[in-house]
């Protein structure tokens, strides 16, 4: 079924000082390995790590109410302003981006 949504862009082409088919050759063989490691990694992140539990937990006011009737596309402009008006200014919550990165780079 390939990659549904998705996918990614190989190529290898003739560049820099690299000018013949040996090299166009050897690129492939780096990106193949390159994206066979990829995935080793993702893997390992996806089962060993805190990633997805954080990642749930940060994502976690759209598993219910408002926040999911948004991620489903059922709230349009207006009904968020309305729900803005109601709620007032949201308390800043931070993203985590720096552990979420720093747990990534310890499976690279």
Do not use: C, W
Not at 28 to 48: E, M, Q, S
Not at 80 to 89: C, P, R, S
């Amino acid at each position: 079924g390939g990659l549904q949504g998705g996918g990614v862009n190989f190529d290898a082409k003739i560049r820099r000082n690299s000018t013949d088919m040996e090299d166009v050759f050897y690129a492939h063989i780096g990106g193949a390995d390159t994206f066979a490691r990829a995935l080793l990694i993702a893997d390992k992140i996806i089962t060993n790590s805190p990633y997805d539990t954080l990642r749930t937990e940060r994502y976690s006011s759209f598993d219910s109410g408002k926040g999911k009737d948004f991620e489903n596309g059922k709230l349009g402009l207006q009904d968020l302003y309305k729900l803005a008006q109601e709620n007032g200014e949201l308390k800043l919550q931070s993203g985590k981006q720096e552990l979420f990165e720093n747990i990534i780079n310890q499976y690279i």
